[in-house]
Structures are given as structure tokens and as C-alpha cells.
């Protein structure tokens, strides 16, 4: 028993340990959002096999540059101490785990955790190591098994290049058949079955001038389960006349569920029929949302607005897909961004025709994918000779091209989670706390405003972060960015991806999950509202909190 255990030990790697013992611990440091014992240990353990598998390819390089190779005693000897000093630090580590999750914790007003589970995590950690690692070792084997098959034909380099890629081959092909055809079929089927399925708790609207409706162009079921919620869900007339003391006209709420027609293109004609339908180009304003992956439609970035008009507003939206935004950034990036620009086509051209005197204000919306989506629905030239209003992007995500070349072009000195850019004339940021009216020009014909939180990881996400520090972690940080988050190589690019898998998990103003009372701020600016005092605004704010 005791010869097997000292042969497992043998087994590892000095230089993997150490490293992976390192990376373990400063894994262990906070990120943008707030972690539960079960994801850090998780991340713990991914980060031990990352720091062990590259302490093993350190190890190759060595060999292979043909530079002195240790004795069996002397790298026991080494890999033990090694372990003994790396130890102290890793206990350190977890002894802080709790405090640096409350410093997160303590920003986004949440509750502080007593203890991160030393042990739970710990042991969460080494069984996710133990899985990799037993992954890497059969990968390992199968190409030392394909390389002497190899041999047989080819030199042993030749036959090394081979073996390498047969085992390339084989793994992608089973992965891939597994996770994007089997795995991504199932959860699409899923999401159709429960996109389909009709609440009973949601009734069908009866007045004709409600989408869904007997008389309306799309019917009940294909507005699709978010299409359902976003259609009942609104402020009524009565209640936004309650809440201003004056009189209010019911918004108009326009949405075309994924299965109403095949294409981008008949689904956007479709819109424009119902919106016409429903005399929402009889509205002051008219609002173009793209909603997110499943085809949600976030209440909070809307209901706003929609007290603000006094009910005088319309706004259309158009389904593209049932997955997730992740999921569907993943595998159909361009299906959101094909359907925005379809659907503002359509309503664009119809809107040019109307006399400029009666016809309403026209802005663009959207949040996450739907603003990665919104903000390329209209080049620049084709609307230059007579330009939309405004437009409002929530949360975008990090590979949006427009939003990237805004923020590299922002002045000099402004940081990176919000900058600057020009004079403010075009296009404004703000987060939390608004910053608007913060030394700017007069708005000029359209006026664009990005609404991000500095923790968002949707927004901040970057690549880079395996090997460079991200400039929005420069000095002046976001006000809910903790002090205590450090770049680390390697680790702060896996903290960043478990922090996109949980950007949802927040509270309401922090994260990816956005909040009524900061989307005020942006629309009071983008439509010019006029007739409330700050007062009425505040208690406008208060309504969204006390709601929550």
C-alpha cells in the first residue's frame, strides 16, 4: 500500500504541483461578482489543473532543451518542500476567501457570507482537478498509443505529428458531435417546448388594439411565451394616470413570436402590419427593441419610459431565437443582428414616407444581445439624410464592434468602464450613478447612450485578461468594483468566464441585471423629457425600487 502511494506520488509532476497550487490560491482572490463556496470551488480546481498542466509543459520545455535533469531523490525532495512552502500560502488564502467575497458582497449591497466552506470547497476543487487530470492522462495515453501505432510507417517525429493529430481529430469530432449536436439539439428542443407552452395564469388580451388578441395578425400562441409576458405585462392607462395624476393613453405593445413566420424578413413585415394595426404610428414615440437570445424583453428598460410619455409611446419586437443570449452568441451570432436590421427596414422606410410634422420620434432598444444586435440595425449612411432620434444600449456585450471603437476612441483620461468620447454631442455612458450631464455639449439630431455597470462581465469580458491586465481595472475602478481584485495571468481570465456564467445572479443595478431607475436617467435624456421636476423623477425612481 505504501509503494503505491509513493508511485502516485512519484507520478506527478514537481513543477505542476507548485504551480497549480499557486494558481489554486490566488483563484481564490475576488472578481467582479460574488461567488457561492460550489463555483469557487469549481474555479479552484480548473485553476489547479491549468497551474499543474502548465508546470508540466515548463517541465517539457526543460527536457527538451536537453538542460540537467534531477535525480529521483532530488525531485521528491523538491516536489515535498515545494508543496510545504505552497501550502502556508494556500491555507492564507482560504483563511481569506469570505473577506474577499464580502468586499464584492458589501458593494452590492448583499448580506456578508461568516465562511466560504474551507472544506466543502477544498474538496470540491480536488474532485473537479482529479476529473481533468484523469481527462488529460486518457487523451495522454491515446496519443502515445496512436504515435507507436504510427511508428510503424514513419520516424518517430513524423509519427509523433501523427499520432497528435488522430487524437486531435477523434476527440473534437466526439465533442463536438456531443455537446453542439446532441447537447445543443436537446436544449433547443427544450426551450421550443417551453416557448410554446401557454401559462395559465396569462390571459388572452380581448381589446382589438392588443397584439395577441382575436382580431390581432399574430396569433396567441405564436407570440411565444416572452412575447405573451412583454404584451401583459405593461403599465395600463389607469395606472400610469394614478401614478401622474393626469390623463394617460394605454401604450401600444407590438411583439412577433418566432413561429408567426419563417424568415427575418416576413416576421419584420409582420411587425409593421400589426404596429400599423394597432395605430402605433399615431404614438409621440415609437420604440424599436431587439430583445435578448430567448426573445425577452426586459419590463425595467421599457415600463419607464412608458410612464414618462404618459402612455403616448409604441414599441415592436421581433423573436429570433429560443436559446439563451450566450448560447445563441455562441452558435448564431448574426441571427439577432439579420432580424434588428429587418425589422428596422421595414418600419424605417414606412416612417421615412410620414410628414416629419405628425409622425412619432423613432429610438432604437436593447439590452445584451439585444444591444449587440440593436446598434448595427442602421449604417450610418442610410439614415444620414434623416436620422432616427436616439437610441438606448443596455449591458452590450463585449464583442460589439460599434461600442469596442467608441470605447477605444474615448478622451484621454476618462476610464475605460465609462468613458468620454467627443464632446457628448452623439453618444453619452453612464452606469449606476449618472453621469449624463457631466460637462456636455448640447445633444445633437441623435442621441445615443450606453447604460454599464463597471461589474458587468457581459461588457467587460475580454481575452486579453490571460495575459494582460484589462484597462478598466486602472485606477479610478467602477464603484462596484472591489479594491481588492488583482490581475493575475491565466487566473483572471478563468475568474472573468465563471463571472459571464453568473452575470445574472446579482442583485437588480449591479451585474448584468439592470435597473429600472438607472434606465430613467437614459431615457429622460434621450427623449428630451420635458414637464417633470426632479421630484417627480425621484418618485418615478422610488416606484422601481419599491417594486422590486
Same mark, same amino acid.
Request: one cysteine or more; a negative charge.
Given at each position: 500500500?505504501?509503494?503505491?502511494?509513493?508511485?502516485?506520488?512519484?507520478?506527478?509532476?514537481?513543477?505542476?504541483?507548485?504551480?497549480?497550487?499557486?494558481?489554486?490560491?490566488?483563484?481564490?482572490?475576488?472578481?467582479?461578482?460574488?461567488?457561492?463556496? +460550489?463555483?469557487?470551488?469549481?474555479?479552484?480546481?480548473?485553476?489547479?489543473?491549468?497551474?499543474?498542466?502548465?508546470?508540466?509543459?515548463?517541465?517539457?520545455?526543460?527536457?527538451?532543451?536537453?538542460?540537467?535533469?534531477?535525480?529521483?531523490?532530488?525531485?521528491?525532495?523538491?516536489?515535498?518542500?515545494?508543496? $510545504?512552502?505552497? $501550502?502556508?500560502?494556500?491555507?492564507?488564502?482560504?483563511?481569506?476567501?469570505?473577506?474577499?467575497?464580502?468586499?464584492?458582497?458589501?458593494?452590492?449591497?448583499?448580506?456578508?457570507?461568516?465562511?466560504?466552506?474551507?472544506?466543502?470547497?477544498?474538496?470540491?476543487?480536488?474532485?473537479?482537478?482529479?476529473?481533468?487530470?484523469?481527462?488529460?492522462?486518457? @487523451?495522454?495515453? *491515446?496519443?502515445? $498509443?496512436? *504515435?507507436?501505432?504510427?511508428?510503424?510507417?514513419?520516424?518517430?517525429?513524423?509519427?509523433?505529428?501523427?499520432?497528435?493529430?488522430?487524437?486531435?481529430?477523434?476527440?473534437?469530432?466526439?465533442?463536438?458531435?456531443?455537446?453542439?449536436? +446532441?447537447?445543443?439539439?436537446?436544449?433547443?428542443?427544450?426551450?421550443?417546448?417551453?416557448?410554446?407552452?401557454?401559462?395559465?395564469?396569462?390571459?388572452?388580451?380581448?381589446?382589438?388594439?392588443?397584439?395577441? *388578441?382575436?382580431? *390581432?395578425?399574430?396569433?396567441?400562441?405564436?407570440?411565444?411565451?416572452?412575447?405573451?409576458?412583454?404584451?401583459?405585462?405593461?403599465?395600463?392607462?389607469?395606472?400610469?394616470?394614478?401614478?401622474?395624476?393626469?390623463?394617460?393613453?394605454?401604450?401600444?405593445?407590438?411583439?412577433?413570436? $418566432?413561429?408567426?413566420?419563417?424568415?427575418?424578413?416576413?416576421?419584420?413585415?409582420?411587425?409593421?402590419?400589426?404596429?400599423?394595426?394597432?395605430?402605433?404610428?399615431?404614438?409621440?414615440?415609437?420604440?424599436?427593441?431587439?430583445?435578448?437570445?430567448?426573445?425577452?424583453?426586459?419590463?425595467?428598460?421599457?415600463?419607464?419610459?412608458?410612464?414618462?410619455?404618459?402612455?403616448?409611446?409604441?414599441?415592436?419586437?421581433?423573436?429570433?431565437?429560443?436559446?439563451?443570449?450566450?448560447?445563441?452568441?455562441?452558435?448564431?451570432?448574426?441571427?439577432?443582428?439579420?432580424?434588428?436590421?429587418?425589422?428596422?427596414?421595414?418600419?424605417?422606410?414606412?416612417?421615412?414616407?410620414?410628414?416629419?410634422?405628425?409622425?412619432?420620434?423613432?429610438?432604437?432598444?436593447?439590452?445584451?444581445?439585444?444591444?449587440?444586435?440593436?446598434?448595427?440595425?442602421?449604417?450610418?449612411?442610410?439614415? @444620414?439624410?434623416?436620422?432616427?432620434?436616439?437610441?438606448?444600449?443596455?449591458?452590450?456585450?463585449?464583442?460589439?464592434?460599434?461600442?469596442?471603437?467608441?470605447?477605444?476612441?474615448?478622451?484621454?483620461?476618462?476610464?475605460?468602464?465609462?468613458?468620454?468620447?467627443?464632446?457628448?454631442?452623439?453618444?453619452?455612458?453612464?452606469?449606476?450613478?449618472?453621469?449624463?450631464?457631466?460637462?456636455?455639449?448640447?445633444?445633437?439630431?441623435?442621441?445615443?447612450?450606453?447604460?454599464?455597470?463597471?461589474?458587468?462581465?457581459?461588457?467587460?469580458?475580454?481575452?486579453?485578461?490571460?495575459?494582460?491586465?484589462?484597462?478598466?481595472?486602472?485606477?479610478?475602478?467602477?464603484?462596484?468594483?472591489?479594491?481588492?481584485?488583482?490581475?493575475?495571468?491565466?487566473?483572471?481570465?478563468?475568474?472573468?468566464?465563471?463571472?459571464?456564467?453568473?452575470?445574472?445572479?446579482?442583485?437588480?443595478?449591479?451585474?448584468?441585471?439592470?435597473?429600472?431607475?438607472?434606465?430613467?436617467?437614459?431615457?429622460?435624456?434621450?427623449?428630451?423629457?420635458?414637464?417633470?421636476?426632479?421630484?417627480?423623477?425621484?418618485?418615478?425612481?422610488?416606484?422601481?425600487?419599491?417594486?422590486?
Amino acid at each position: 500500500m505504501h509503494n503505491r502511494l509513493l508511485q502516485l506520488w512519484n507520478s506527478f509532476s514537481a513543477t505542476g504541483l507548485i504551480v497549480g497550487t499557486l494558481f489554486m490560491a490566488a483563484s481564490l482572490t475576488p472578481s467582479l461578482l460574488p461567488r457561492t463556496y +460550489v463555483m469557487q470551488g469549481l474555479l479552484s480546481g480548473i485553476s489547479l489543473a491549468c497551474g499543474y498542466g502548465l508546470g508540466v509543459l515548463l517541465l517539457a520545455l526543460w527536457r527538451y532543451l536537453e538542460l540537467p535533469h534531477f535525480g529521483t531523490r532530488l525531485r521528491f525532495s523538491l516536489k515535498t518542500t515545494g508543496i $510545504l512552502i505552497c $501550502l502556508p500560502i494556500l491555507v492564507l488564502f482560504f483563511w481569506s476567501a469570505a473577506e474577499w467575497q464580502n468586499s464584492i458582497r458589501s458593494l452590492m449591497n448583499m448580506p456578508p457570507v461568516e465562511t466560504m466552506h474551507p472544506f466543502y470547497l477544498g474538496l470540491i476543487a480536488i474532485a473537479t482537478f482529479t476529473i481533468i487530470l484523469l481527462i488529460s492522462r486518457f @487523451i495522454y495515453w *491515446s496519443f502515445k $498509443l496512436s *504515435s507507436r501505432q504510427a511508428e510503424r510507417v514513419a520516424p518517430p517525429k513524423i509519427a509523433y505529428i501523427i499520432g497528435g493529430a488522430l487524437v486531435l481529430f477523434v476527440f473534437w469530432s466526439a465533442a463536438e458531435g456531443l455537446l453542439f449536436r +446532441v447537447a445543443l439539439h436537446t436544449v433547443d428542443s427544450s426551450l421550443r417546448a417551453l416557448d410554446e407552452l401557454i401559462e395559465p395564469d396569462i390571459a388572452q388580451p380581448t381589446s382589438p388594439e392588443k397584439t395577441g *388578441s382575436p382580431a *390581432s395578425l399574430i396569433s396567441w400562441p405564436n407570440l411565444g411565451r416572452a412575447g405573451r409576458d412583454y404584451i401583459t405585462s405593461g403599465p395600463t392607462a389607469e395606472e400610469i394616470s394614478a401614478f401622474r395624476n393626469r390623463p394617460a393613453k394605454e401604450p401600444v405593445r407590438v411583439y412577433v413570436g $418566432l413561429n408567426a413566420a419563417q424568415t427575418p424578413e416576413a416576421r419584420a413585415k409582420l411587425a409593421l402590419k400589426e404596429l400599423i394595426r394597432t395605430g402605433g404610428f399615431e404614438r409621440s414615440s415609437l420604440v424599436l427593441i431587439a430583445p435578448t437570445g430567448t426573445g425577452w424583453v426586459d419590463e425595467e428598460g421599457i415600463d419607464p419610459l412608458e410612464y414618462m410619455l404618459d402612455g403616448d409611446v409604441a414599441s415592436v419586437a421581433v423573436q429570433y431565437s429560443y436559446l439563451l443570449s450566450w448560447l445563441s452568441l455562441l452558435v448564431e451570432p448574426d441571427y439577432g443582428s439579420v432580424s434588428a436590421r429587418a425589422l428596422f427596414r421595414e418600419v424605417y422606410a414606412y416612417w421615412t414616407e410620414l410628414p416629419k410634422e405628425t409622425r412619432p420620434k423613432l429610438y432604437l432598444y436593447g439590452l445584451s444581445l439585444g444591444a449587440l444586435s440593436s446598434e448595427v440595425a442602421a449604417e450610418l449612411f442610410e439614415i @444620414i439624410g434623416d436620422p432616427y432620434d436616439g437610441a438606448l444600449f443596455a449591458g452590450p456585450p463585449f464583442p460589439g464592434r460599434v461600442w469596442q471603437m467608441m470605447t477605444e476612441s474615448r478622451n484621454e483620461g476618462s476610464p475605460a468602464w465609462l468613458p468620454r468620447v467627443g464632446n457628448g454631442s452623439y453618444v453619452r455612458f453612464t452606469s449606476q450613478h449618472n453621469a449624463l450631464n457631466d460637462g456636455m455639449a448640447e445633444w445633437g439630431p441623435i442621441r445615443t447612450v450606453y447604460l454599464q455597470y463597471a461589474s458587468d462581465p457581459i461588457v467587460f469580458f475580454e481575452y486579453s485578461s490571460l495575459y494582460s491586465k484589462p484597462e478598466w481595472m486602472d485606477d479610478p475602478r467602477g464603484p462596484d468594483v472591489s479594491e481588492e481584485f488583482h490581475w493575475y495571468p491565466v487566473i483572471t481570465f478563468l475568474q472573468l468566464v465563471l463571472d459571464l456564467a453568473t452575470a445574472t445572479t446579482t442583485p437588480k443595478g449591479y451585474g448584468h441585471v439592470y435597473a429600472g431607475e438607472h434606465y430613467i436617467d437614459a431615457w429622460q435624456q434621450i427623449v428630451g423629457l420635458e414637464g417633470w421636476s426632479e421630484e417627480d423623477i425621484n418618485r418615478l425612481k422610488n416606484k422601481f425600487r419599491a417594486n422590486r
